[in-house]
């Protein structure tokens, strides 16, 4: 964390506006069939706002942000990760084609797109799960474009997967030792002598048990990790992220598959890793959770990124809505967004206006 | 009765016989690739061939026992790592793809003229060749000993002898398994044989871990071959796919991911194996030749093979919570 | 599994072309194999040597080092004694054990006037090899110069190494110790083509299995074997002519299949059973089928058709007559199944279900029942493949499935696992690859194999998706 950058722009004069309440002006003015959306969508997160209370944390971020040009490809003030000229070519197609990024430290950003735009694709290219064709990209300063995705966790950016990857046969706590890094007893000559390993072993449990209270997971230290529900896996494989000690924490699709009861607590525990420093990059379908939780959005489509900025005003980017909804109703019906009630409500009202 | 009696005691010698030790120690071996990493190895009998070649002609060139044993283990570890290199970044069945075709290629080098001048072409190595170093080891006085109904000489190749060095070895194999499977090491192995994309995302090096999981293993298959030679002969013809498909089935039975199942599996399996070919043998001596019998013996064993991988994929120590395979 | 998508819609529709016209220009050939005018081989003197068999076989050969027939040499040894006649091809006895062996040529059946150059020679047995001892008839009585040991080779049977490689050699030219000679090497490009197309077969089945179910079947080699056997069984014990025999051998043998998805696969794929486990069934069916096949033949190598192969030269490729109809058979075969993927309704679903098994079931689908027909159509190509093997190369042991099964993984790895139409390139590849590498001087013919698992291997490092495959998206 450089404190320095964020103790700068924290000196300005500072609005504790709401990014909810700066949103609501502009909606009057937004395009034509994008007030519905908005709209509707505003007021549940003024609701969710209210029930939230909104971390230091979180307001500096929104603040530093709030002086940033929401335009593609924006330079942000401190930076932690950045992607340049990155493509990614399945046969004819290009799956990937981001011209810039840069994602600000200490933030939670989304990336949202419908489906098929590629935020996966460019997931898996940062965090060298898939080689890219060609680019460059910076984590906290250093190129990582041809960087494994082991090493990159260990550099302190760490990933979960859209499909939970809870290591079912291994007991909830195995889970988390596992992804303690620096265990001298992963070696294979440190593994035969216990009291190598005994000590940090000791210790990393401790550490465990402490993040999986956290969760809510500790009462099931001793459970197999493929007899926990869907909601359960999810928060494992954060607590899971959360032991190797990562600067920044990569989510796919966290709310995925999730009973909607456990959203809100995953959506608690997201936060929380803003307000402890960490940066959080998060692919998500699920609209609501983008505009409650993120302090920044990227915009996908087709490869590329079409729009970004704070939440409230990228939801009303013609580019944005034409990305989701497609200029014509050419409407992708596979798109979980279409389940967003504010989504529906403004199909409805375009189709009564016809 | 007496009939009865005589099966019973050859069965019961398969409890203790060297190539019952030698099939544990390969499905020690195997049980490190499957059972603990999920590596899918159909091709143990090369590696078991290569320790075979590796100690028979090193002896026979002169090297002292230790030194040949050594490079019985050598070249196992090597074959892991020319298998391993281009197999193990990749989904799991191009390794199990490449090991049974090695496995094949390697039995066809070794009954090949080229190298038969060392290999001896189709016809092996003779025994006598090469167990002078191992016999000469012997600090047992020459004799005869009787254990129960069992029987054998001190020094020789179906010896005492040879029976105590074929198990401590797979005593000290079972421990060194224990060891290394119980420190965070072996958890790294289990987490890559549930998911390797997850423990990457977690800063391991998953291709690291799998390649030393497929060396020891490798490594613990030519010392398996050393074993199943001793008393014996090189045969390349003895140690072919089928070898491997027993092997296979000797550690799912005792169950993968145990400590003690290749072991046990391996006792149990040919205990039972010898008793139903003798007892068939006996049995069936007027309606099938004896040729038949064991072909007989062999579809058993493989229908056995699928019944287990099916009915009970845990095998008979394996924890049924935590069933030995992909649950994906 | 990183690369690149290649073009793989053109190459594989320019190949589905170029099968299909192969087809229709062979498609009105018949598959009746003209039954040769030969009279039938005693079962006792066609020994081929595999890893439980050793062969003696005496050679009769007058000065132009022609085959002399009708003389008796008598071999004895190890307990054995057998007495033989020459005929105008190859003579070969199965022994019992290894060991020396004496054969001894009966004077009585010496045309008069001649003699042989030695009475007797010594030879030694091995597994997995055919002794040979060379008798020159020569005029009048006196011995001529020392005789070799070891008959020239031209009859092509094999060299002395002949291998567990548990199909016949007949076809592949010994190679001298030089570099080869052009028409050498087309030759060995045309047995190429013919064991490309026939591995083909089996390996397109291999590959839809695997598109369809994920498995990597390891039983699909035996049951090439088993299409050899039936063919065996169906010719020499039925009586069949050549043509039901075939037909019977592909009904079995997809039966065989179907079956098998009746029992074992279907049942298993609704309990969900994951595939490595499904993989290690397929390990144990093998082993099962292995030993059934074994029960009817043993360890001897059998031919399916009695009779000796007449040589047929087609633009300076000399191959047998059943191994030209077998690789008409196979092409036309090929283009029915080309046709049957590309234009038929079932077809096009089996490479939807083969693409993503989720969306064709969403689509309306049943990816049960194209399982179904995967299995069944595989296993009886598997079959075909087996017969028209063993027709062409004139003999198998049950080994025969094991080393194909290798070359199968090598060529569906090679054209890219899961397309139909990359296992027949792969196919054609390494049957070309097996049969020229022959041609490398000191190259036993045994380690042909070899240089499946070579391209296996380097495939796996260059290039794992294969030439026609695709890479997969992680996570």
């Not at chain 3, 089928?289 to 633009?315: D, H, T």
């Amino acid at each position: 964390m450089s404190a320095d950058k964020n103790e700068n722009t924290a000196g300005e004069p500072v609005e504790t506006v709401d990014p909810v309440a700066v949103a609501e002006p502009a909606e009057a003015t937004g395009p034509d069939g994008t007030e519905d959306l908005v709209g509707s969508a505003a007021a549940a997160d003024a609701v969710a706002a209210a029930s939230t209370e909104r971390s230091a944390a979180a307001k500096k971020v929104t603040e530093i942000l709030s002086h940033v040009e929401p335009k593609v490809g924006v330079a942000k003030p401190d930076v932690i990760l950045t992607a340049t000229g990155v493509q990614r070519r399945f046969g004819g197609m290009t799956a990937v084609d981001v011209d810039h990024l840069e994602v600000q430290r200490g933030a939670i950003t989304a990336l949202i797109g419908p489906n098929g735009a590629g935020k996966t694709t460019f997931f898996n290219l940062l965090t060298g799960f898939d080689k890219a064709n060609q680019g460059t990209w910076e984590f906290e300063g250093r190129p990582i474009a041809h960087t494994s995705a082991a090493k990159l966790a260990r550099t302190g950016m760490v990933r979960t997967f859209q499909l939970t990857k809870a290591l079912s046969r291994l007991t909830v706590l195995q889970n988390m030792l596992l992804a303690a890094p620096g265990n001298p007893g992963e070696n294979l000559f440190g593994s035969l002598f216990r009291p190598l390993w005994s000590g940090v072993e000791k210790r990393n449990t401790a550490k465990a048990m402490e993040i999986l209270a956290r969760f809510n997971l500790d009462q099931k230290k001793d459970d197999f990790a493929g007899s926990l529900s869907g909601g359960q896996r999810k928060l494992l494989e954060m607590a899971r992220a959360l032991m190797t000690e990562p600067t920044m924490i990569m989510l796919d699709e966290p709310m995925a598959g999730v009973n909607p009861a456990l959203v809100q607590s995953l959506l608690h525990h997201v936060q929380a890793l803003r307000d402890e420093g960490m940066t959080v990059l998060f692919v998500e379908h699920d609209m609501h959770a983008v505009r409650h939780i993120s302090d920044w959005v990227v915009v996908m489509a087709e490869g590329r990124i079409v729009a970004e900025g704070p939440p409230d005003s990228v939801m009303q980017d013609q580019a944005v809505v034409d990305a989701y909804l497609g200029a014509h109703h050419d409407t992708d019906l596979g798109d979980d967004a279409l389940l967003d009630p504010a989504v529906l409500a403004r199909l409805e009202a375009e189709e009564e206006k016809r | 009765m007496d009939e009865l009696i005589r099966i019973l005691i050859q069965a019961l010698a398969q409890l203790v016989a060297p190539a019952t030790a030698a099939y544990a120690l390969a499905a020690i071996g195997l049980n490190l690739h499957f059972g603990y990493t999920g590596l899918l190895n159909i091709g143990q009998a090369g590696f078991m061939l290569m320790g075979a070649y590796g100690f028979a002609i090193a002896t026979i060139e002169g090297a002292p026992f230790w030194l040949a044993f050594l490079i019985a283990a050598a070249a196992g570890a090597l074959l892991a790592l020319v298998l391993g290199i281009p197999t193990l970044k990749l989904r799991g069945d191009y390794l199990a793809i490449v090991t049974i075709s090695a496995a094949e290629i390697i039995r066809f080098a070794g009954r090949s003229t080229l190298w038969a001048e060392y290999t001896g072409g189709a016809s092996g190595l003779a025994g006598t060749a090469y167990k002078g170093t191992f016999q000469d080891l012997s600090p047992l006085p020459d004799g005869r000993t009787a254990i129960g109904p069992l029987e054998y000489i001190h020094n020789g190749s179906d010896s005492w002898w040879t029976r105590i060095f074929a198990w401590s070895l797979v005593l000290i194999a079972v421990l060194l398994v224990w060891l290394i499977t119980r420190s965070p090491w072996g958890r790294v192995l289990k987490g890559i044989r549930e998911d390797e994309d997850a423990v990457r995302a977690l800063g391991k090096n998953v291709f690291s871990y799998k390649m030393q999981a497929l060396v020891l293993g490798g490594i613990a298959g030519s010392l398996a071959g050393m074993l199943f030679v001793l008393p014996i002969s090189v045969a390349p013809d003895n140690m072919g796919r089928t070898l491997t498909f027993f092997v296979w089935t000797v550690m799912l039975l005792g169950g993968a991911a145990t400590l003690w199942g290749p072991v046990l599996g391996s006792m149990l399996f040919f205990f039972v194996y010898m008793l139903l070919r003798t007892g068939m043998r006996t049995g069936l001596s007027d309606i099938m030749p004896a040729e038949n019998v064991e072909h007989l013996a062999g579809l058993m064993v493989g229908v056995a093979l699928m019944c287990i991988v099916i009915f009970r994929p845990q095998g008979i120590l394996g924890n049924k919570k935590e069933l030995a395979f992909d649950v994906r | 599994m990183k690369a690149d998508r290649p073009i793989a819609s053109p190459a594989r529709r320019a190949l589905a072309v170029v099968v299909a016209v192969l087809a229709a220009l062979t498609a009105s050939a018949a598959m009746l194999a003209a039954p040769a005018a030969a009279s039938g081989a005693d079962v006792a003197t066609d020994c081929t040597p595999d890893g439980t068999t050793a062969c003696v076989s005496p050679i009769v050969l007058d000065n132009n080092n022609d085959p002399v027939p009708g003389i008796e040499v008598t071999i004895t040894g190890n307990d054995f004694e057998a007495v033989v006649t020459s005929t105008d091809g190859p003579v070969s006895v199965a022994v019992p054990t290894v060991g020396r062996y004496t054969l001894t040529v009966d004077p009585a059946t010496v045309p008069d006037g001649m003699s042989t150059d030695v009475p007797e020679r010594q030879v030694v047995a091995q597994t997995g090899s055919t002794a040979r001892g060379a008798f020159r008839i020569v005029q009048g009585s006196a011995p001529a110069e020392n005789g070799s040991t070891t008959a020239p080779s031209e009859t092509g049977t094999g060299g002395e190494d002949a291998e567990d490689s548990g199909i016949g050699d007949e076809g592949t030219t010994e190679n001298a110790s030089g570099w080869p000679e052009f028409s050498q090497v087309w030759q060995q490009f045309g047995s190429g083509i013919r064991f490309g197309l026939l591995l083909a077969l089996a390996s397109v089945g291999l590959s839809l299995i695997y598109g369809t179910t994920g498995i990597s079947t390891f039983s699909h080699g035996e049951q090439v074997t088993l299409g050899a056997l039936l063919g065996f069984i169906s010719v020499n014990w039925w009586g069949l002519p050549v043509w039901a025999a075939v037909l019977a051998t592909i009904v079995i043998c997809a039966a065989t299949g179907w079956f098998q998805d009746v029992v074992l696969w279907g049942p298993l794929r609704r309990r969900g059973t994951p595939v490595m486990q499904l993989m290690i069934v397929t390990i144990g069916l093998s082993m099962s089928l292995q030993y059934v096949i074994q029960m009817f033949i043993g360890g001897r190598s059998q031919r399916v058709l009695p009779q000796n192969a007449r040589p047929v030269e087609i633009a300076g490729i000399t191959l047998s007559a059943a191994s030209w109809l077998s690789m008409l058979v196979a092409l036309a075969v090929i283009g029915v199944i080309a046709w049957f993927l590309t234009q038929t309704r079932i077809g096009r679903a089996t490479r939807a279900v083969s693409d993503n098994a989720a969306l064709a079931a969403a689509t309306g689908i049943n990816p049960d029942r194209i399982v179904r027909i995967v299995w069944t159509m595989s296993t009886g190509l598997a079959g075909l493949s087996g017969m028209l093997l063993a027709i062409s190369f004139g003999s198998f042991t049950w080994t025969l499935g094991m080393i194909l099964l290798l070359l199968m993984f090598a060529s569906v790895t090679l054209g890219g696992m899961g397309t139909a139409f990359g296992a027949l390139a792969g196919s054609i590849v390494i049957g070309l690859v097996v049969e020229m590498s022959t041609l490398i001087p000191g190259m036993p013919s045994s380690l042909r194999y070899a240089s499946g698992l070579l391209i296996l291997i380097l495939v796996l490092l260059i290039r794992p998706q294969g030439l026609l495959g695709r890479a997969v998206r992680v996570g």
